[in-house]
DNA sequence: ATTGACCTTTACGGAAACGTCAACTATTCG
DNA sequence: CGAATAGTTGACGTTTCCGTAAAGGTCAAT
């Protein structure tokens, strides 16, 4: 047992809905790097978990760097104290200009909506 | 009395934090569309708001081509009814997309913050 | 009249994040 | 075995959003 499910590039694509050109391209760029048989990408649960977070770090506006930066500090948990005040420091930052983000979202929202009930207030 | 107050372009660089290229490109891309004395730029309260709207709507991920569509739509207020629909709709569009964005944002916050309390955990 | 600050237009440049061929290879199905 | 299907690596093209000169106009102050 244990068999370790192992993915094609194709499975990926379908079950995300990206591009093998995106994929190669995140490889490139070093956020992913599946296993090869041959030359043929194998992605494991593993990449499947690192796109995930590659997608939702997109979808919040973060940059390729950005979250790979971050992927890299997931990954070495083996840091000295320096090393790790930087890791803090790092996400907190990030957080920080998420929760900015989310005050801006929740204004856009509510003039969007506000706006919505204005139009839709006009008799035809 | 009335004095409808004018910015120039520097003015409204300093106040927005935006370079003047910036400006001029939005310009060109029809987002504001400012007065002018001869050829020098003169900025009203109208257009001030509208760049706060430009830059918010920046911020949570728009394109200029989104925020101009929106903008357009704002200004337009003599819809028929067909059109209103579709205003509403393409609104109704964006505000979907904000919140299923602050959705992700809680979640990247949520993986971030429990990834810092992590690191600080570790003993040194 | 000259300097300096601020403004103008036009135009080329550039990173980011892929899309889109092209030209092969590897595998599989009938 | 031969065609179809899926995968591979370049290499160049595209869109968005401005940055960065280049080359000069305007106006107040010295």
């Keep these: 047992?244990?068999?370790a499910k192992q993915y094609s590039i194709g499975d990926m694509c379908d079950a995300f809905g990206v591009t093998a050109r995106a994929l190669r391209f995140y490889e490139d760029?070093?956020?992913i790097s599946p296993e090869r048989r041959g030359t043929t990408r194998l992605y494991s649960e593993r990449?499947?978990?690192?796109?995930?977070?590659?997608l939702r770090g997109k979808r919040v506006g973060l940059?390729?760097?950005?979250?790979?930066e971050?992927?890299?500090?997931?990954?070495?948990?083996?840091?000295?104290?320096?090393q790790r005040l930087k890791t803090v420091e790092r996400?907190?930052?990030?957080?920080?200009?998420l929760k900015q983000q989310r005050v801006d979202i929740d204004a856009t929202i509510n003039e969007?909506?506000?706006?919505i009930e204005?139009?839709?207030?006009?008799?035809?």
């Design 70 to 82: 971050l992927l890299d500090l997931y990954d070495v948990g083996d840091n000295r104290r320096t």
């Design 1 to 3: 047992m244990l068999a």
């Design 63 to 68: 940059s390729l760097a950005d979250i790979k």
């Design 29 to 31: 760029e070093q956020l």
């Design 47 to 54: 990449d499947r978990a690192r796109l995930a977070w590659i």
């Design 112 to 115: 969007l909506e506000g706006f």
């Design 91 to 97: 996400c907190q930052d990030q957080v920080d200009r």
């Design 118 to 124: 204005l139009v839709k207030a006009q008799e035809s």
